[in-house]
């Protein structure tokens, strides 16, 4: 039998604990609210009647309502106030010593049967619970950042938490409208662990140079269809607070990938810490200033070298079996040029034979690149004919992580660019125009606005595994895979945190079934072989699945059936 919570307390009011203040009164408990000092405790008040004074405005709360709930919250910097409270949630800075020693206080102050939880984001509740007489009835109740917002709130157990101890406070969660899910005691659960995993990879990305810091941020909005980049998440959650979590990651499982990238730790320590202190991986206004746009301290400025493009010719490659194949994949390119007044032709060459003459008045050739050996003699083929200056789009599987080589074939490396088209995932038209080593300016700048002219969205990337989206994407689907496969959490836990904590669009499951498990696998196995990071090994779960033909939405079963 869960038991009755009416009374709860909530020590630290910051930017979560004002927030779970507001989620336990409009619940209808009773709430004693603590901070440090006069001033805290004012701010912490502060939050909450802006909060609630921002509800009853937009309509989604009655200014009696309002006024009740207020009645139920009681202001102090005495935590003996908390002497009466069924449950206590803390949330005062992540910083173990502070925790241990509150929890060792609370344990004089509260009865022996009361209920004390952490909301701690990385830090281990096993260790917290240890530190206070009843370590059996301390637990994580773990919420999301705004708390009255997001649905996710991870109720954490330990091995020596009380199963009753869990049910209520899960029981209570649901009673507060949140999606509880209960998660073992491992750093960053499953909300953060899956989150900071794939932050922490994208800021690898830039520190390595793969790509922009728009770029990346772009690649996750518009090719993933989340929220927002990771980039400007990590600025609005708090660089240090995010150094802090992959640090807690990191040495608790000692994936190098989880290790903060220099860059983060740089940042850090000059200061930079994102939104709240105006400046991280972007810079921003000053709070109250009205400005709400970022600014751009280190992106280019106008594309430069745009050459005109008034006519392309698309080329297909290789023999008349894969002709259809390939008449799907440039059919679109040959339409939308056509439709914004690009002079349009389409020609074939063979494995033998000169090239076109037709390609020889290109301003751009869109080659399609087959996969497999025949890719350099081709492409040989079909710019031997070319004139000085025409920019030679390479597309297709034969083209994917092969820039370097098919570049050096062409004998003019500067003209030649990868252009791959990112569908599977894609909430808009998304192409990622790939730079090779000699690739010029210019050529990017003329694929980027053309791709632009054509309505597509353009990212540059540096011709490695997984280029952008895929590389951002395919790890953290790995690691959500793995918490499957080791009995750490299930398959709609995973999806439930994903969505109702972070706010994207789907859970990591049912996009690794949309994106096909082969197609990921695939992905896995580059990112692996190129980097060699035990982290990026395709979990065997993966593989397994991938050779039962369990390959996702498209088979009718993946992790999931799908009938
Ligand atoms: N910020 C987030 O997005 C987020 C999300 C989920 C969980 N968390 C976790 O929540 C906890 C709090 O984080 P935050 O971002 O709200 O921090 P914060 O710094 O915004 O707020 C902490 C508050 O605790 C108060 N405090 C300090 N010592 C205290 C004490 N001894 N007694 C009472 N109050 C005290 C401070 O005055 C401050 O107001 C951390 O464990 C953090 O990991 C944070």
């Known amino acids: 039998m869960a038991r009755d919570f009416t009374s709860v307390g909530v020590t630290g009011l910051g930017t979560m604990g004002a927030g779970i203040v507001e989620v336990f009164a409009r619940g209808g408990l009773r709430v004693v609210a603590t901070e440090v000092d006069d001033a805290a405790l004012e701010r912490g008040r502060g939050v909450l009647a802006r909060s609630t004074a921002r509800a009853v405005a937009k309509g989604r709360l009655e200014q009696a309502e309002a006024d009740a709930l207020h009645g139920r919250v009681t202001f102090t910097t005495d935590l003996a106030g908390l002497a009466g409270c069924d449950l206590v949630v803390e949330a005062v800075p992540e910083r173990p010593a502070l ?82 899910v209960v998660v073992g005691d491992r750093a960053g659960f499953i909300g ?22 728009d770029d990346i941020d772009t690649a996750a909005r518009v090719g ?7 980039l400007a998440l990590l600025d609005l959650i708090g660089l240090d607070t995010a150094e802090a979590i992959l640090t807690t990651m990191y040495e608790q499982g000692r ?71 390939v008449d799907d994949r440039l059919g ?13 032709d389409r020609v074939t060459v063979g494995n033998s034979g000169d090239g076109d003459a037709r390609l020889a008045e290109a301003d751009v050739v869109l080659v399609d690149v087959p996969a497999g050996d025949s890719g350099s003699a081709l492409v040989a083929t079909v710019t031997s004919t070319l004139t000085d200056g025409t920019v030679v789009a390479l597309t297709g599987a034969g083209a994917d992580g092969s820039l370097a080589g098919l570049a050096a074939a062409t004998g003019r490396p500067a003209d030649v660019v990868g252009l791959q088209p990112v569908t599977p995932v894609a909430s808009a038209p998304l192409v990622e125009v790939v730079v090779g080593l000699d690739t010029s300016e210019s050529t990017v700048a003329t694929t980027r ?37 080791d009995g750490y959490a299930s398959a709609d836990d995973v999806d439930t945190a994903m969505r109702n904590g972070c706010g994207l669009p789907r859970g990591p499951v049912q996009a690794l079934d949309e994106l096909g498990l082969d197609v990921a ?32 939405t498209r088979t009718g079963e993946g992790v999931r059936r799908h009938p």
């Open 332 to 344: 679109a390119w040959v339409d939308d040029l056509a439709a914004v007044g690009v002079d349009v």
């Open 99 to 180: 925790k241990h020693e509150l929890f060792r206080r609370l344990d004089d102050v509260v009865a022996p049967g009361a209920v004390l939880a952490t909301n701690t984001s990385s830090l281990s509740v096993t260790d917290i619970a240890v530190a206070t007489a009843h370590p059996e009835r301390v637990v994580g109740m773990h919420f999301f950042n705004p708390a009255p917002v997001q649905r996710l709130v991870e109720v954490v157990t330990t091995v020596v938490t009380d199963d009753e101890v869990r049910d209520s406070v899960r029981a209570l969660a649901e009673r507060l409208g949140k999606t509880p």
């Open 449 to 485: 606005a053309l791709c632009e002219r054509l309505g597509r969205t353009a990212v540059t990337t540096r011709d490695r595994a997984g280029r952008l989206v895929e590389a951002l994407l395919v790890p953290y689907l790995c690691d959500a895979l793995r918490m499957v496969q």
């Open 192 to 213: 953060n662990a899956l989150l900071f995993g794939y932050l922490g990879h994208a800021v690898a990305m830039l520190e390595s140079g793969r790509a922009t810091r």
């Open 521 to 552: 696998l695939d992905a896995a196995r580059r990112l692996h072989s190129e980097t060699g990071e035990p982290g990026h090994a395709p979990p065997p779960l993966l593989t397994q699945l991938v050779a039962a033909g369990r390959l996702g």
């Open 224 to 230: 993933l269809g989340y929220p927002m980049g990771p």
């Open 255 to 325: 994936d190098r990938l989880h290790a903060p990238s220099p860059l983060l730790t740089e940042l850090v320590a000059a200061g930079h810490l994102g939104r709240k202190t105006g400046r991280g991986f972007f810079v921003y206004p000053p709070p109250g200033s009205g400005g709400g746009d970022t600014t751009a301290p280190d992106a280019g400025g106008p594309a430069a070298g745009v050459r005109e493009v008034g006519r392309v010719v698309v080329v297909a490659t290789g023999d008349d079996d894969s002709a259809a194949a």
